[in-house]
């Protein structure tokens, strides 16, 4: 069925390092990948998403690439800021039936200064 | 503003007790869905609705009731509160359509003693 993993569970990194959040999936049927940011005691907000037929997004700081082949897709924060510090969550819709998101179960990123 | 609402924000209640919690969305979002957020298990779907009076299971439904009775709400019922559904809890809603943006409320933190 359909499942997203994620990887670290938990990253810390020093300020001005980059940091990456690795999600593999299990169904081929991929349509739609977007990556969420929960700061401390805060609702999930979007960041950046990607779909299935681009390799590639770029949004300042962030990026998000996609291999369909190798069905993973990543998150890359480069010149980390505390203010990075929060819970990331990938996620993916797999079927355009039920436009149901399944996410990641989370990567808790830590920029020390 | 544009926004999801919830309420309450947090509650305390006993085992058996019903409590509603409500959700409103301003945006005319055809889909709405119901998560709880549990450390280690990131956010998991607990039921969705994909228009007024269509609603369906997500991944963990045993406990839970909603309904759909007008496009804007989407409240969440427990009907006989346990201990093991002390959790933090997130309306979202979005546009019907894959790859649109997903909004969640400001959630609602439940301890069930």
């Known amino acids: 069925g359909e499942n997203v993993e994620q990887h670290p569970s938990t990253l810390s990194v020093q300020e001005g390092d980059s940091a990456v959040i690795k999600c593999t999936y299990s169904?081929?049927?991929?349509?739609?990948f977007p990556w969420y940011k929960q700061e401390l005691g805060k609702r999930p907000q979007l960041i950046i998403d990607?779909?299935?037929?681009?390799g590639e997004k770029k949004d300042q700081r962030i990026a998000v690439t996609l291999n369909k082949t190798a069905k993973h897709f990543s998150l890359h924060i480069t010149e980390t800021q505390p203010e990075d510090s929060a819970v990331y969550f990938c996620?993916?819709?797999?079927?355009?039936?039920?436009?149901?998101?399944?996410f990641g179960q989370g990567t808790t990123l830590q920029v020390k200064p | 503003e544009a926004q999801v609402t919830q309420n309450p924000r947090y509650l305390i209640t006993v085992t058996g007790k019903k409590l509603t919690v409500t959700c409103s969305q301003n945006m005319n979002h055809e889909y709405m869905s119901w998560y709880r957020q549990d450390p280690g298990l990131g956010l998991r779907q607990i039921y969705y609705s994909m228009n007024v009076e269509v609603t369906d299971k997500g991944d963990v439904p045993e406990g839970y009731k909603v309904s759909r009775k007008e496009k804007r709400n989407f409240p969440l019922i427990l009907e006989s509160p346990s201990p093991n559904q002390t959790s933090l809890y997130f309306c979202?809603?979005?546009?019907?359509?894959?790859?649109?943006?997903?909004?969640f409320g400001p959630g609602t933190r439940l301890l069930v003693l």
């Open positions: 979202a809603s979005r546009l019907a359509g894959v790859g649109e943006t997903q909004y």
């Open positions: 990607i779909r299935s037929n681009v």
């Open positions: 169904d081929s049927a991929s349509n739609y």
């Open positions: 996620a993916g819709i797999f079927s355009s039936n039920t436009g149901k998101l399944i």
